[in-house]
């Protein structure tokens, strides 16, 4: 499976992580598969596998049978039987798991449809495939310009060339017959190359372009799933879905595929709930069904005659007034059942930190108070009183003045 960075170009050129399949995950193509296989030595006398599983544009994959006993292994790309010509494809499975593969898809593992494996490819292979996928855009952009000319009602989806650039394949979608005669004739005369025109269904072409869905990864026909079930409006209705088509349907326009996923889960829960059609029989009226939670096993009724209250009741609690009702028997009221019911809060974590507010990181922070710088002359003032506490207490040795001596004029008198 590809990583959810590798979205890919019109020619399936990785433009995400850029490592061109190289990453973690296994590959940027489509429909990865993992051999899981490939480190297990074949029991004593057994030959291995000549078939092998060659992977095209956008997840087109095929069997071929290795005849002349070539060394491949997964990732090689090789030269294959067409029909004309040669096309050029990679090597995307190998070994027993080829079996596995061959019967999921129905084919005979001696079967004549089974073509064969030419070389490997050459450079001079590689060059002429990587020429001709290059084309691939301007001949889907002219061939709809062709179409929108000539009138008819079809969708050009996408273009894919041969190996050998002799042949390409035009894939459409229609919703009516589309006669293509005159478009076959305009597309080889305007290219110079054979052309083949095959139709395909909305999920088919989702699974060949790609893209993401609503649940933010790629979609699972482009990347696992090639079991297209169908799917229908009442897998939406066992899971209590409201049926919005805006919110049901994928990229194709249909119903999602993964509406099924989960169907067959919730159709073993249901079959413990009444059906919804039952009535309620009580002194205060006849209740009627309005929801249900599946995973609480809870049930919401109310009456018929004031729809102003919905009334929650357990599972048990609707097939015990059930049973009653067949014993022609009325309940006093749906009240007395519901406050019967205790619901158990259920602490799943402690508010800590906050860890359950969406909006903690929105509120300010509070700015710091700056402290007011004191005046010239109270810092003088603080400076001094500081000065004087620090200092220690030491006593001064001051010299004593001399007492002032009278002069001599004043001791005669």
């Not at 490592?19 to 004593?44: H, R």
């Not at 035009?170 to 478009?183: G, N, P, S």
């Not at 990229?251 to 996923?261: A, P, S, V």
């Amino acid at each position: 499976m590809s990583c959810n960075n590798c979205s890919s170009t019109i020619n399936s050129v990785p433009k995400g992580c850029k490592s061109n399949g190289n990453c973690s995950t296994g590959g940027c193509e489509k429909l990865a598969v993992f051999d899981w296989l490939a480190n297990m030595a074949l029991p004593t006398g057994q030959k291995p596998m000549d078939v092998f599983e060659v992977r095209f544009k956008n997840g087109r994959k095929h069997f071929y049978r290795n005849v002349d006993n070539l060394k491949i292994t997964m990732g090689d790309i090789v030269a294959v039987e067409s029909n004309p010509g040669h096309d050029i494809g990679i090597v995307s499975l190998a070994g027993e798991l080829v079996k596995i593969q061959l019967k999921k898809k129905g084919v005979n593992l001696e079967s004549e449809e089974i073509k064969k494996i030419y070389r490997i490819a050459t450079q001079k292979d590689i060059d002429i495939w990587t020429a001709a996928r290059e084309k691939e855009y301007n001949t889907q952009y002219r061939g709809r310009e062709i179409i929108s000319r000539l009138g008819l009602k079809m969708k050009l989806s996408d273009v894919e060339y041969q190996g050998d650039g002799n042949k390409a394949t035009f894939y459409y979608t229609a919703d009516e017959r589309v006669d293509f005669r005159q478009l076959i004739r305009d597309l080889a005369s305007a290219f110079s190359i054979r052309v083949e025109m095959k139709q395909v269904g909305l999920r088919q072409e989702a699974a060949r372009l790609g893209g993401v869905g609503s649940c933010g990864r790629e979609l699972c026909c482009s990347t696992w799933l090639t079991d297209l079930r169908k799917v229908n409006t009442a897998a939406a209705r066992y899971q209590q879905l409201s049926l919005n088509p805006q919110k049901l349907a994928g990229q194709c326009g249909k119903l999602k595929c993964c509406l099924n996923y989960e169907l067959d889960t919730y159709l073993d829960a249901l079959k413990d709930f009444p059906k919804q059609d039952v009535e309620l029989k009580t002194e205060k009226g006849v209740a009627v069904f309005i929801k249900m939670d599946i995973f609480k096993n809870l049930i919401w009724y109310t009456y018929k005659n004031d729809r102003s209250k919905w009334y929650k009741l357990t599972v048990e609690q609707t097939k015990e007034i059930i049973e009653q009702n067949k014993k022609n028997k009325t309940v006093a009221s749906l009240e007395d059942f519901e406050n019967e019911l205790i619901v158990e809060k259920v602490n799943t974590f402690e508010n800590v930190v906050g860890q359950d507010s969406l909006t903690r990181f929105d509120t300010p922070k509070r700015k710091k108070r700056k402290k007011k710088k004191p005046s010239k002359n109270n810092a003088v003032a603080t400076k001094n009183t500081v000065s004087r506490e620090n200092k220690p207490n030491i006593k001064r040795n001051s010299k004593r003045k001399p007492p002032r001596r009278k002069p001599n004029n004043e001791k005669n008198a």
